[in-house]
């Protein structure tokens, strides 16, 4: 296999990855809204996928719950590949 062919290869694992957390967070994002908020994928690198919480979810004090208890066990659990979720 040559250099070219493993770049392309790598950007579809990638995409199939990102695909799959942006699934968990398509369940997530009715309640999220509910409250005003929001949640946005930013990056996946390193098992570790970086989101941001838009809306009331960015200045309110709960938000450190909901990013760990909800929104990361959700997303460990469905994409074993992720081991945390940081909110940047």
Known sequence: MTDTQVESATPAV???LRDRVEAVLDT???AI???GGA???LD?????AAVRL???CGGCPMSTMTL???IEQRIRAAVPEVTRVDAL
């Open 54 to 56: 838009l809306g009331s």
């Open 68 to 70: 760990k208890r909800g």
């Open 28 to 30: 997530l994002r009715p």
């Open 14 to 16: 990638d995409t199939a």
């Open 33 to 35: 809204a509910m409250d």
């Open 44 to 48: 996946i690198k390193d098992g570790v």
């Open 39 to 41: 949640v946005e994928l």
